[in-house]
DNA sequence: TTAAACTATATCAATTTGATATAGGTATTG
DNA sequence: CAATACCTATATCAAATTGATATAGTTTAA
C-alpha cells in the first residue's frame, strides 16, 4: 500500500503527530504493518505541500513543537480513490500472501544444524511468546489516548478476532507437532 | 537473518546457481522470505571472495554461463556458528512477530471506506485465494528439480503442515464473521 | 540525584528492492 | 511458419526504505 494512502488512513482516524503515528505502528499495527520515521516524516510533509492533509504547530512549553496532521477534504477523497484503485492488489497479500519475512520460519527449516537442547529452548520460547501475543490480542482494557481511535474501529475487532484464532491454531499445532521436528 | 546465513542454508541442501536461489524464494519459500538478484548475487560473490563457497561455470552451449555455487567446509562452520549466535534473535518474529506487511489487513482496517459490493468482491476473491494457498501446501505430486532438495526436508513437512492448519483457520473465520465487518 | 526512558522532529549512510539491460531458447497460437 | 510471449541466466542501478544517530527537553524510577 502506497505510504500516503496509509498516512492518509491513520489520519482519517483522527488528528495525529508524526510521532503518534509511529506509536500507531509500533502498538496495534505492529503485527500488521510498519512505517519508519524515515519514511512517515517526509510523507507527511509531502502530503501538507499537495494538501491532502493541513498542519497545526503546537509549541509545548519545553518539548520540541508538536506538528499535528489533519486529514483535508482534498485527503479524504485521495485516500478513497487510492484504496479502490488499490484493492483487488491487495488480496493476494498478508498471512500467506506477499510481504512476510519470517525468519523463525527459515529458523525452522533450518534447524537441523542446530544442537537438539538449543531447539527445545527455542520451540518453548516461541510457545511463550506466543502465548503473550494471544492475551495481548484478547485484552480488553484501556489503551492510551492517541491508540483509542484505532482500537475502536469495527474492522478491528474483526483483525484481532482472527489474528488469535491463528495464534491458538499455530500453538496447538506446536505442541501436537513439534516431535516430528527432531 | 542475514542474507549470507541464508543463502549459505540454501546451498547446504545442494550446489545451485544464483537464478535457482531465486527460484527456491518464488517457489516454495514465498510465503515466508524472499530476496531479490540485487541482493543475491553480490552476496554469492562476497561469499565467494571469502571462500564461503566454491564456483564452477557451467558453459552451456548458448545460455549464458550457469554459475553453480558449491557450500566448502568454512562455510557450513560460519552458517552453523550464525545460526547458533542468532536463533534467539529469531523467536519474535514470523506470523505475528516481525517484519510482515499485510497489505490485505490494512485493506481490511480500512473498509469502510469502500463501497459494500467492493469489500465483497474482495473477500470472496481472498477466500479463493487462500483455497488455492491451501491446495498448494497440501500438494504432494513431484516438483521440479531445483526444488526437490527443499521439498525433502524433513522441517518443510512441519512448516508444510503448520502453514495448511493456519489457513484452514483462517478461512473458516472469514466464512463466519465477514457479516461484523459491515 | 542521577540514570533511564519518553516525547518529538529531522536527517542520512547503508541496504534493499524493483526495474531494466542483455541475449539466446522454448513454447504457444493463429 | 512466423510472431509473440515467456523462460533461463547474470548483472547493474536509480529509487525507496530502514535503522541509526543527532538534538533537546521531560518524566519516571531507583
Known sequence: MQKETLCLGLLSLGPRSGYEIKQMFEGPLSDFYSLSFGTIYPTLNSLQADKYVS??????????????????????????????????????????????KSEFFLLLLFSKYLPKETMNTVLNERVLYL?????????????????????????????RGLASALIETGLNYMEKNRGKLS
Open 55 to 100: 498542519c497545526k504547530q503546537h509549541s509545548q512549553s519545553k518539548k520540541p513543537d508538536k506538528k499535528v496532521y489533519t486529514i483535508t477534504k482534498k485527503g479524504m477523497e485521495l485516500m478513497k480513490d487510492n484504496l479502490l484503485g488499490d484493492a483487488s492488489s491487495y488480496i493476494r497479500s498478508g498471512n500467506f500472501g506477499d510481504q512476510i
Open 131 to 159: 502465548r503473550q501475543k494471544l492475551e495481548q490480542f484478547n485484552y480488553d482494557g484501556p489503551v492510551p489516548g492517541n491508540l483509542d481511535a484505532i482500537r475502536n474501529e469495527k474492522s478491528v475487532s474483526f483483525i
